[in-house]
């Protein structure tokens, strides 16, 4: 994100944070959309630059709004969604169905309909039942992915994993469930096999992973005799948090990951499939940045500071969820000695924290406005109304200024479905 101070004043794409702010009330979530531009077409660079046939799906679940939707559209995205609501959000803001892959490990019925119905592109299926259950609410063709676990584990927070043997997700290609699946694809009356899809996990670092799940895959192709036309390697592309995290490196990693596409392809004398990848973090994350409005500040004497902001918990849940760490700065930035403190939020739980030990300015106050980096994604997607907190506001800050992409959430929202 192009974050910047100018005059120490915190800006992005040049513009104030402290002036977006004034407009737009704290706790606000600002997005820089050249940013996220941008990372849409590093994808399709490194991809085009391969001669591959292929595409890149947004995974919506990262973070999901109309207009971000119409964004994708405009960089030629498609779209991976895992719930009737984020279809259809997609529906809405415009999106084509047949650029929409529906993902899900308990997809419902009433899912499943509406899906069929909307007429998207790929249906990832993610369990023998859901063979059938696809097949008798179909009336026409469907081409579906079938998930696969192709037992590859990785270095990365356990509830983050998602390609080993032991998951809710996909079917293993060692005991066979993934083979009885793809004949009861086969044998359906309405269902299309068109290839398989696995997902390793999020937030990985190297290339590794994703080489050995290649090379799990196209082994059990081959011993299996299974035709594929289109491979989704999903995403997981890991974004810098805080100092010492490493990057996904996208252009290097791929590179190395395609020649060993292409090299295995040789060797199982194999065509080259269609390649679908899925970042959704790596778009979304570093993209985004939180501001909060400083309020109480708590010094327990040769113990602790506090320094409580007007969020917490209810739009940052990664912490308190992973311990996930970040990074927290000043928004206007000053010479005053540093001193550590936990920043923490408003919610009455003790696990509300944004950081801790952080190094912030000695003299902060009341009033003052701290960011919080790397929050675009798996923030406002996971908010939540615990104790009642109203969802944040959403902009989007582009060359011409900031705009409104999602507005704060009102009093009468919160109880707008209660019966009276």
């Known amino acids: 994100m192009t974050l910047k101070y100018l005059d120490d004043e915190l800006t992005v794409n040049g513009f104030s944070l402290t002036e977006i702010t004034n407009n737009y009330g704290t706790p606000l979530f600002v997005y820089d959309e050249n940013e996220i531009r941008h990372q849409c077409r590093k994808y399709h660079q490194v991809l085009a630059d391969s001669s591959l046939d292929y595409s890149v799906s947004y995974a919506s679940k990262a973070f999901t709004s109309v207009q971000l939707i119409q964004l994708l559209k405009e960089e030629n995205m498609k779209l991976d969604v895992v719930s009737q609501g984020e279809l259809y959000t997609a529906l809405k803001a415009g999106f084509n169905p047949e650029d929409i892959h529906f993902h899900g490990n308990n997809k419902t019925e009433e899912e499943i309909k509406y899906a069929l119905d909307a007429g998207i592109g790929l249906i990832v299926v993610d369990a023998l039942d859901e063979v059938t259950l696809i097949d008798e609410n179909a009336s026409e ?21 998602t390609g080993q043997e032991d ?38 670092s190297t290339e590794s992973p994703f080489i050995n799940a290649l090379e799990a895959v196209y082994g059990w192709l081959y011993e299996e005799s299974i035709e594929i036309d289109i491979l989704n390697m999903g995403g997981g592309y890991g974004v810098k948090y805080v100092e010492g995290d490493t990057r996904f490196p996208v252009e290097a990693a791929f590179n190395d990951i395609i020649e060993r596409l292409k090299s295995l392809s040789e060797t199982y004398q194999r065509p080259l499939p269609h390649v679908m990848i899925e ?16 309020g109480m500040i708590k010094d327990i004497p040769d113990i602790s500071r506090y320094v409580s902001i007007d969020g917490g918990m209810s739009d940052h849940i990664r912490t308190p969820l992973y311990d996930a760490e970040y990074e927290v700065i000043p928004v206007k930035r000053t010479q005053n000695t540093p001193a550590n403190a936990h920043v ?23 009033g003052d406005l701290l960011a919080v980096k790397t929050t675009g994604a798996y923030h406002y997607s996971m908010a939540s109304n615990y104790n009642q907190m109203r969802k944040p506001a959403v902009v989007f800050v582009n060359d011409n200024g900031a705009r409104t992409v999602i507005k704060r959430q009102t009093l009468d929202q919160l109880i707008e479905n209660d019966i009276f």
């Open 141 to 161: 063709s469907v081409n579906v992915l079938l998930r696969i676990n192709p037992g590859v584990n990785v270095d990365t927070h356990e509830y983050i994993q």
């Open 167 to 204: 998951s809710k997700f996909g079917l293993s290609i060692h005991n066979g469930s993934a083979k009885a699946a793809i004949q009861n694809i086969i044998q359906s009356d309405h269902l299309i096999f068109k290839g398989v899809h696995y997902h390793l996990g999020s937030q990985l």
């Open 279 to 294: 970042p959704g973090r790596s778009i979304a994350a570093e993209a985004g940045t939180t501001i909060y409005e400083v």
């Open 344 to 366: 923490v939020g408003k919610l009455c739980e003790s696990g509300d924290i944004i950081g801790k030990n952080l190094t912030l300015p000695g003299d902060l106050k009341r």
